[in-house]
Nanobody, 124 residues
Framework: QVQLVESGGGLVQPGGSLRLSCVIS????????IGWFRQAPGKEREGVSC????????TYLDSVKGRFTVSRDNTKKTIYLQMDSLKPEDTGIYSC?????????????????WGQGTRVTVSS
């Protein structure tokens, strides 16, 4: 079993920044490739960014490229999503998920364990 806990969400004005954190615990040795996903009201969940277990490979949703940065500190078992220049369309519930392999498709079905999510609201 793998547990994931997200934090760092909140209300921010357009153009602002937030840093989300995802702490993983449990039997992570086989499920250490991590993805960040979001679901906006009335929309389907989409992959925002995915990162391989060694941090060497990353992928981003086109609409967040250049604004979001994913990183990880394996000594702390924490994965971060730095979100800058936030827009109202970035609003949603952001969840991290753990899978057994990295894929540049960053698709939800590839991930096995999920956190409960943290809410991000971008509004003036």
């Amino acid at each position: 079993q793998v547990q994931l806990v997200e934090s760092g969400g909140g209300l921010v004005q357009p153009g602002g920044s937030l840093r989300l954190s995802c702490v993983i615990s449990g039997s992570t040795q086989d499920y250490d490739d991590i993805g960040w996903f979001r679901q906006a009201p009335g929309k389907e969940r989409e992959g925002v960014s995915c990162i391989s277990r060694d941090g060497a490979s990353t992928t981003y949703l086109d609409s967040v490229k250049g604004r979001f940065t994913v990183s990880r500190d394996n000594t702390k078992k924490t994965i971060y999503l730095q979100m800058d220049s936030l827009k109202p369309e970035d609003t949603g519930i952001y969840s991290c998920a753990a899978g057994s392999h990295y894929s540049s498709y960053c698709a939800a079905y590839e991930y096995d364990y999920w956190g409960q999510g943290t809410r991000v609201t971008v509004s003036s």
